[in-house]
Nanobody, 118 residues
């Protein structure tokens, strides 16, 4: 089993920045891909960014150039740096992890709320 705990959410003004953290514990050696998802009110959950064990990164088109995913293997933590935030980025952000490079995610965090508002 793998446990994921997100932190770093909060209220920020448009144009501001936040950094989300996802601390992983348990059988993390089995994890090859970690991702950040978000779900806004009334909308489906969408993939925001992914990072593989080989440091390959991918982003949703809507966040390219503004969000950066990274990892600190020594701390077993994945980060999502979010800059130039917009009101439409308001959502619950979830960390996820999977063993296989393809297919669905095996493990999920509880989510952290990000609210972008003036």
């Amino acid at each position: 089993q793998v446990q994921l705990v997100e932190s770093g959410g909060g209220l920020v003004q448009p144009g501001g920045s936040l950094r989300l953290s996802c601390a992983a514990s348990g059988k993390i050696f089995s994890i090859n891909v970690m991702g950040w998802y978000r779900q806004a009110p009334g909308k489906q959950r969408e993939l925001v960014a992914t990072i593989t064990s080989g440091e390959s990164k991918d982003y949703a088109d809507s966040v390219k150039g503004r969000f950066t995913i990274s990892r600190d293997n020594a701390k077993n933590t994945v980060y999502l740096q979010m800059n130039s935030l917009k009101p439409e980025n308001t959502a619950i952000y979830y960390c996820a992890a999977k063993r296989a490079y393809f297919g669905g995610y095996d493990y999920w965090g509880q989510g952290t709320q990000v609210t972008v508002s003036s």
